[in-house]
Structure formats: structure tokens, C-alpha cells
């Protein structure tokens, strides 16, 4: 651009330079950052979704950003799903929302700002004491409405102006005591609370004052530039109570405009064509991306930006504390898994026996294989699926023995030189290489049949249709739809492969397995057809869910603690979810699947929370 035509832009239209002031501090509050992590820490532990009741604070941008995390934000308690995460927002809940909550057995954290807990505190002390409580503030904005909500009805009046005060129904000798709102314009406040005082003698007020430390500290920031300025701009959302208050402020203190605006969509030339001096501040609720467009919007337009001195905030909070959202399911988790390791082993230890006659070299072949190694997911699978249909854990168990022997098999054939080669599998040499890759074939071969027949066992279910089915269902997890098919898929991809191809290659290696562990369990215990099919779905994500993670492991993760080699796809030139959508794609696609779990799982209440626990542990675990 020719330097007198950049001159001429940077140039109000009386020529002087263009400048923004920056007011300090202007956004995000600390009760703001806590409340955001608060929802961003319960879907990274909890995974999504987790829900929220209300905006978790009033802006429009932050909200989205945290849906598309897997947040989702509802109105009502009532539209949670009973038993699911849910954070309650910033503003603060009223006693009965978070009775709702308890009776809908939702697990919950609360976000509110501890600067509106301490009031929500006073206001319930100045109950106790029998005082009557005026309360300043916007009747309707969720922060009263949850003020409201520590007292019984009618022991708070609200009131927004000191013609209210005056019009209040009270004697003038009650007994009274007073409380803000945290957002409240502060010039405002002091004229009510002088009406107050003036009205009732026997009056009490909180000890600093409600009003926030960020309201405060904006509307003096703002205060101290408005004058200089031609107009002023407010980043914040419209239903944002200290954005408005923002707005108002400046104007009170003698900006010739004000202006509210999301974010620079919001401008235009008109707005800023006769303005030589903006002023530039955000509501505490208001993201700095949006801030940081605003600027350089201004600044496309030849404004130079000033930081102009103000006080410096060092409030930090504790975060919100994940405890309560520890469940008895997430407790006994591990206890879960140890115990039933324990009893599979036990199953298969006494099904492949110490038969003399028969080779002691096979049989140790098989046990080391099957037992003594292994997460024993698809037995858990199996053992929790007939748990929360009310079956027999006994029998549950031999259908687990027969599924941990036919996953051994596939590791074991998968890691011969054949396939993919391996040294090492939980931790310790692979089969053909502890023996010879012969003993490790029959193992294998010895393995399945041992599978089928520990299904086919009248042990295993008294209704020989029953037994049927199971082995019937299990030849198809194997065959060419499942594991054989699925393996050969990923040995001879033929070509480059799509998204789609990937999915299929791994429903059938890996995802195969897993729908039958869950069909198992609902042949076992029982269950009507749309249990069946909502189980069946849970299932085929958390198997695609299981393989993605698999993949997202041997890039990231760490051989010691997966107890094999790591990162050999991508040495091999093999392809994988990473080569196919590459780690980002695979993470978000991973969350994806999650929240499809947890959405199948979500009519069976929290019956289903140990089956949701298994699929945030497929999702989140190291090994
Ligand atoms: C069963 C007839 C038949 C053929 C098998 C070799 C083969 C054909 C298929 C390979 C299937 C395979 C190894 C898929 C990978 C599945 C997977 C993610 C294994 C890791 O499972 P984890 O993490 O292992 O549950 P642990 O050791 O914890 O049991």
C-alpha cells in the first residue's frame, strides 16, 4: 500500500491518528476460567458427554466451543439423562435444582463462583438470624433467580433502582439486611443501598462488598477512559449482565457511544468512520479470541492499540473439585477388573487341566497364552453385561474363559513371523518365541476348540439353545466377517483406504470380538429385542472405539508400560487409524464413539454405569 494512503486510512476523518485504548483489566475473570475448566476437566476425566445445566457462563462463544468438547447444555435437570456428569453453571443453583439433581442420582459438580457461594452463604446466615433480605439485583438473571433459591419463598425482595426500595410492602422497622448481585454496576448500587439505609433502620450489609472484584475493576477501567473516547467497545454476549453493565458504564462516564458486540463480526465502517479515539474493553465472561479479532479488525482499519495503566488482578481459584463425581463404579473399578482377572484365570486354569497323557508342552504353551497376562476386557465385558441383566455370574464366567481363549489365540497367531512378528506381548516374549512357531500354531488351534468347547459345556447355560446360539454367534466374531476376515483386510489393504474401509477392517478384527462378548451376555441372562439391539450398538462402537485407541497407543505411547513394541505400523509402512485420519482425527473421532456408547447406553440409566466406566476406560487407558 503507498505510505500517504495508509496515512490517509490511519487518520480519523479530522486527521489526527487513530487509537485504541485498551482498558485494563478487561475479561475473562477468575470465576469465569474456574467454571470453563470445571467443564473441561469432567470430559476429559469422565469423557463426553457431560452436561450442563444453563450457559456455564453467558457467552455464546464459550458455550459452543465447549459443546463441540462434548458438552451439552440443557435448561432443566429434567432433560438429563438420570445418572450422567453434569456441572451446574457459574451463576449459582438454587437448593432445588440441586435436589432435582440428587433425586435424578446425577452426578454432580458445581461451578458456581465462590463469590457468589459466599453470598448465596450471608443471605442463608441472614435468614437464620430472622432478617428480612433486600437484594440488589436484576430479578430474572440466574444469579438472583439462584439467590432466591437458598431461602424459603418471600424472605428476599428484589429490588433494581431506589424507587423499588421505596416501594417495598416492609415496615420500616424490620429487621433488615442487604445483599448485590456480583455484576451490579457499582454507581448504581451505592444510590440503592443509600435508599436502603435510609428506609430501614435496622440495617445489616456483608462485611466487603458483593460486587466482584472483576466488576469492579472493569467499570473503573472503563470509567477511566470513556471520556477520551469517541465511542466505546464492549466485547461481551448480550444476555452477559456485567457486559451490559460495561455498555452503561462508559456511557454514564461520557463515551459519546457505547457499543455491545460479540465479536468483530459485529462491526462495521460506520460504526468507527467518525471515531479517532475507541476505547476497547471485555465483559468478564468474554473469550480473548474475540478480543484478539476485535483488535485486529481495529487495526486493519489504521487504529494503533494503547494499553492504558490499570490494576492488576492476581485472584486465582481452586479448581472445582472432581471428587463428587467419583462413583462407587469408578472406586471399585479396578477392584472389578483385579477380581475377575483372578476368577478367569482360575476357569481356565482348571479347563486346560494337567491331564497326564496329554503334552505338557501344549497345555503350558496354552496357559501362558491365556492366563497370567491381559486386561480381560472382553471377559469384563461379558461378566458386566450379565451383571446389569441380572444373570449368572458362574456361568458368565465360562463364557469370559472362552472369549479370553480365542482373543490369546489371535495375539498369538498375530504375533507369529507370519503376521506381524513380534518379540514381545504383555510384557514378556511371545509364544513362538518362548517356544517354536509350531507349539505356538497348535496353542493357538488348541485354544479355540478349547473356546468352543467350554461354550458348548452344559456348565455354561442349561438350555442347550442357549449354548447354541453362543457358539453359533461366536464361529461368525471369527470367520471371514470377523477376525480372520478383518486381519486379512489389514495384511492386504490393496491400496490406499479409506475412512470407510478402516472402520470395517476394524469392526472385524477387533470390534467382532467385542459384539459377541456383549450378545453373550444378553443370551445368558436375557433381554427383550431393544435391549438387544441398543447393546449390540453400544458394542460396535466400543470395538472401533477399542482398535482407534490401539492405533493412537502405538504412536504415543510407551512400550514399558503397552508391554510390546510400539510405533511399527508406521515403521512397516502399515496403515492404521493414524495414517488414515492422522492422531487429531483419530482423538476426536475416538470422543466421537464415546459419546455414541454412552447414547446407546443412556435408557438403561445408571444400571449401565459400570458398561459406560468400560468404554471411558477403553478410551482413556495407557496400555
Ligand atoms: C480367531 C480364527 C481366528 C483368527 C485370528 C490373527 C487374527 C486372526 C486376527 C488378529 C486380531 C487382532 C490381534 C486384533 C487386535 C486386537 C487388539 C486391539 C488386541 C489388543 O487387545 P488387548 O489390549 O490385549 O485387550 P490384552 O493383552 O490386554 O488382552
Same mark, same amino acid.
Given at each position: 500500500m503507498p505510505a500517504d494512503q495508509h496515512d490517509e486510512i490511519s487518520k480519523g476523518l479530522a486527521g489526527a491518528p487513530r487509537t485504541v485504548l485498551l482498558a485494563n483489566p478487561r475479561g475473562f475473570c477468575a470465576g469465569v476460567r474456574r467454571a470453563i475448566a470445571a467443564v473441561e476437566d469432567a470430559i476429559a476425566t469422565y469423557g463426553p458427554p457431560v452436561y450442563v445445566r444453563r450457559a456455564i457462563v453467558h457467552n455464546r462463544q464459550v458455550v459452543e466451543r465447549l459443546e463441540r468438547r462434548g458438552a451439552i447444555f440443557v435448561q432443566d435437570i429434567s432433560a438429563i439423562p438420570e445418572g450422567a456428569v453434569t456441572v451446574l453453571s457459574a451463576h449459582g443453583s438454587a437448593q432445588g435444582v440441586k435436589d432435582e439433581a440428587q433425586r435424578r442420582r446425577l452426578r454432580v459438580v458445581d461451578a458456581v463462583c465462590p463469590l457468589v457461594a459466599k453470598i448465596h452463604s450471608e443471605v442463608a446466615l441472614w435468614h437464620r438470624l430472622g432478617r428480612h433480605i433486600v437484594l440488589v439485583g436484576h430479578l430474572g438473571h440466574p444469579e438472583i433467580t439462584g439467590t432466591l433459591g437458598q431461602v424459603p419463598a418471600g424472605s428476599i425482595s428484589v429490588v433494581a433502582t431506589p424507587q423499588e426500595v421505596e416501594a417495598l410492602l416492609l415496615e420500616k422497622d424490620t429487621a433488615i439486611a442487604y445483599a448485590i448481585q456480583t455484576t451490579f454496576s457499582v454507581s448504581d448500587a451505592a444510590e440503592i443501598v443509600g435508599a436502603i439505609k435510609l428506609r430501614f433502620a435496622d440495617c445489616q450489609g456483608p462485611r466487603s462488598s458483593d460486587i466482584c472484584y472483576a466488576t469492579t475493576n472493569r467499570q473503573a477501567a472503563v470509567v477511566q477512559i470513556a471520556s477520551r473516547c469517541d465511542i466505546m467497545l464492549i466485547v461481551g454476549d448480550r444476555t452477559s449482565s456485567n457486559a451490559r453493565?460495561?455498555?452503561?458504564?462508559?456511557?454514564?462516564?461520557?463515551? +459519546?457511544?457505547?457499543?455491545?458486540?460479540?465479536? &468483530?463480526?459485529?462491526?462495521?465502517?460506520? #460504526?468507527?468512520? &467518525?471515531?479517532?479515539?475507541?476505547?476497547?474493553?471485555?465483559?468478564?465472561? *468474554?473469550?480473548?479470541?474475540?478480543? /484478539?479479532? %476485535?483488535?485486529r479488525w481495529l487495526e486493519a482499519k489504521g487504529f494503533s492499540l494503547v494499553e492504558t495503566p490499570g490494576v492488576e488482578e492476581h485472584i486465582r481459584f481452586k479448581p472445582v473439585s472432581l471428587a463428587s463425581l467419583e462413583t462407587d463404579v469408578t472406586k471399585s473399578f479396578a477392584g472389578a477388573f483385579a477380581a475377575a482377572r483372578k476368577q478367569i484365570d482360575a476357569v481356565l486354569e482348571d479347563a486346560i487341566g494337567r491331564t497326564p497323557g496329554r503334552s505338557p508342552r501344549l497345555a503350558e504353551a496354552m496357559r501362558l497364552a491365556a492366563m497370567g497376562g491381559g486386561k480381560r476386557f472382553r471377559a469384563m465385558l461379558i461378566l458386566t453385561v450379565t451383571q446389569m441383566l441380572g444373570g449368572s455370574r458362574e456361568q458368565a464366567l465360562r463364557a469370559g474363559a472362552a472369549i479370553e481363549c480365542v482373543h490369546a489365540q489371535s495375539l498369538v497367531h498375530d504375533d507369529l513371523p507370519c503376521m506381524d512378528d513380534d518379540d514381545f506381548r504383555r510384557g514378556r516374549p511371545t509364544l513362538h518365541r518362548r517356544f517354536d512357531e509350531a507349539t505356538a500354531v497348535l496353542a493357538g488351534d488348541a485354544l479355540l476348540?478349547?473356546?468352543?468347547?467350554?461354550?458348548?459345556?452344559?456348565? /455354561?447355560?442349561?438350555?442347550?439353545? %442357549?449354548?447354541?446360539?453362543?457358539?453359533?454367534?461366536?464361529?461368525?466374531? =471369527?470367520? !471371514?466377517?470377523?477376525?480372520?476376515?478383518?486381519? #486379512? #483386510?489389514?495384511?492386504?489393504?490393496?491400496?490406499? =483406504?479409506?475412512?470407510? !474401509?478402516?472402520?470395517?477392517? !476394524?469392526?472385524? +478384527?477387533?470390534? &467382532?470380538?467385542?459384539?459377541? *462378548? %456383549?450378545? &453373550?451376555?444378553?443370551?445368558?441372562?436375557?433381554?427383550g429385542e431393544e435391549e438387544r439391539r441398543r447393546l449390540d450398538s453400544f458394542a460396535q462402537n466400543l470395538g472401533v472405539l477399542f482398535q482407534l485407541q490401539d492405533d493412537i497407543l502405538d504412536e504415543t505411547g510407551e512400550p514399558a508400560v503397552a508391554g510390546k513394541a510400539l510405533r511399527k505400523d508406521a515403521a512397516r509402512g502399515r496403515q492404521n487409524a493414524m495414517s488414515v485420519m492422522g492422531l487429531e482425527g483419530a482423538a476426536c473421532e475416538a470422543e466421537r464413539l464415546l459419546t455414541q456408547c454412552a447414547e446407546a447406553l443412556a435408557p438403561f440409566g445408571p444400571a449401565a454405569a459400570p458398561l459406560l466406566e468400560i468404554a471411558r476406560f477403553a478410551a482413556r487407558r495407557d496400555h
Open positions: 453493565r460495561l455498555t452503561e458504564t462508559a456511557r454514564g462516564a461520557g463515551a +459519546k457511544q457505547s457499543y455491545l458486540i460479540e465479536d &468483530a463480526a459485529d462491526l462495521t465502517g460506520q #460504526m468507527i468512520d &467518525a471515531a479517532t479515539v475507541v476505547g476497547l474493553s471485555a465483559a468478564a465472561s *468474554a473469550p480473548e479470541e474475540a478480543i /484478539t479479532q %476485535v483488535c476348540a478349547l473356546a468352543f468347547e467350554t461354550l458348548a459345556d452344559p456348565r /455354561t447355560h442349561e438350555d442347550g439353545a %442357549v449354548r447354541a446360539g453362543l457358539v453359533l454367534s461366536l464361529s461368525r466374531a =471369527i470367520g !471371514q466377517d470377523g477376525l480372520a476376515g478383518g486381519q #486379512m #483386510m489389514d495384511l492386504y489393504p490393496g491400496g490406499t =483406504i479409506s475412512r470407510k !474401509q478402516l472402520t470395517e477392517c !476394524q469392526s472385524r +478384527k477387533t470390534g &467382532a470380538l467385542f459384539r459377541f *462378548a %456383549v450378545e &453373550a451376555g444378553t443370551a445368558l441372562a436375557g433381554c
